[in-house]
Each structure stands twice: as structure tokens, then as C-alpha cells.
């Protein structure tokens, strides 16, 4: 039984099995891994760039995915169906994320005090052959509060709607909009006071 | 002043993501899922043994108390021990005046 399951799952494509299937998995013992395996199939690319994006360093990244996928087996029984499994898996993502970036800030300073640092990375961490209005864009990020800078990653690039991002980070929609604003007025002036 | 249209870049990322990563980091998380349940069927295993050892335990209190092999007289159940008289008429001349030395060393 639980090979046929397996095999159909393989046959079928990881992309194509549902989201309440993959969590069915999760809680059952026996297809632990299995669920694991079709969660990064569906998943891990995109919540690999948004740990990316929130923390700038591969090695940061992948240690943050690393956990990150370690808590969704671990605390798998705290998932409840009534959110989006996409929305639990941001949310465990981003909590990692924020976690190493507090571990880097330390007990003297906040996370927000890492933005310069964070925004070396950036260069550092380009490609040799990168536009430089990317890297442009992903300083005027880097500098940008952590609450600010989750919203405005969740909605610019992972497109997700304000009741979605509400569900990952917890604030009101109407702060979540605000906090959008912000974002996108920053990093415009940063935008436009950098290009040559 | 210069617009610059946000929505109208493009979002690509600067950065690279290795090539594999995600596969060999698949198979990094399944492998230390499955260690972690190996663990936590080893835990269960003990625990289980060790309530199976505890409840064993606490049958054989149960079933042999302490004291039950060391004979001692049963105090509340008075009227199966001995009288003093019968006692004294057990002893030999030499018992008996030890215990008349002792009554009166004790005072009674």
C-alpha cells in the first residue's frame, strides 16, 4: 500500500498532487518522507529565494531551508488545514529567517540595524554578469526594516495577496498596506539617488 | 523629478542558486528526518521498557511485601502475643534476674 502510493505520487508528478494530500502525508508516519520529498518539489524553490532575499547569503539560505524543512517535519502536527499549506510553509521560512538575522544582530543590536551589512552582501553575493539595476534593487531592500522588507518580497516578487501575506506574518491587511507603501516610496528614492 | 516605474522591472534575481542544490538538499532533509525517527523509536523502545520494568516492580511489592519473611509479631492483633506471666515462667533463673536488674535500672 504504501509503495503503490508512493509510485502513483512519482507517476503523477509532485507539481500535481494537492496541497491537502501533501499534508494528509505529513501526519501519516509511514509517507513522512515522501511529503517532505513533494513539499521541496513544490515548494522548496520558492521558499528558498524567499529566505534568500530576507537574508542575502547563500550559505545563509541554506541553512535557514535546512531548518526550515526540519520544523515542518517536527511541528507537523500543528498544521491546520483551515490556512494554505503554501501559507504555513512562508510562515515557518520567514520565522527561520528572522531567527538567524536576530542570532547575527545579536543581543545589542535589532535586526533593522543590519541593513548595511546586509546591503555589502548584496555586491558581494551578485553575479559577475548581474544588471545593476538588480543589485540596485536588492540594496534598496537589503536597507529596508524586516517587517517592510517581508511584506514587500511577499507581494513583489511571490505575488501573494494581503489576506495571504496576513496569514505569514500576522499584522492587519491595513498595516500590511502600509507597510507596502513605505517599502516601495524607499526603495524608489534609493533607486533613483543610486543609478548613474 | 525622474518616475521610475517599479512594477515594470523585472524580477530576476541577481544572484545564482547552485546548481542541484535543491535535490541534494532533499536528500539532506529526508536523511536527517529518518535519523530523527530512528531516534524517536529508539525513546519510545526505552520507555516502554521502563514502564514494563516500573510496572513489574510494583507488582512484586504488591505481590511480595517487605517484611512478610522477617516473622514480626502483629502489635494491633494483642491478644496473639504472649502475656508477661508467660513470658517470666519461660526463664531461667540467671534470665530473670538480668531482667529484674534491668526493670529496676529502667525503672519499672
Known sequence: MKRDLSDSMQSQGSLSVSDESIARMLCDDNHVEQAVRLIMKKYGEQLYWHIRRMVVAHDDAEDCLQETMINVYKYRSTYSNEYPLSSWLYKIATNESLKLLKNRAGFTMSVDDLGDSLKDSVREEASPNADETLILLQEAIALLPAKQKMVFNLRYYDDKSYEEIHQIVGDSVNTLKTNYHYAVQKIKDYILEHQL | ?108
Open chain 2, 1 to 108: 523629478m525622474k518616475e521610475f516605474d517599479l512594477e515594470s522591472m523585472s524580477r530576476e534575481m541577481p544572484f545564482k542558486m547552485p546548481e542541484h542544490f535543491l535535490d541534494d538538499m532533499t536528500e539532506r532533509v529526508v536523511s536527517q528526518i529518518g535519523k530523527q525517527r530512528k531516534q524517536n523509536r529508539d525513546r519510545k523502545i526505552v520507555a516502554l521498557f521502563a514502564s514494563v520494568a516500573s510496572a513489574a516492580a510494583v507488582a512484586l511489592l504488591f505481590l511480595h511485601p517487605f517484611g512478610s519473611s522477617l516473622n514480626i509479631p502483629d502489635y494491633d492483633n494483642i491478644s496473639q502475643c504472649a502475656s508477661v506471666d508467660e513470658v517470666l515462667q519461660d526463664m531461667t533463673a540467671e534470665e530473670l534476674s538480668l531482667y529484674s536488674m534491668m526493670s529496676n535500672y529502667y525503672g519499672n
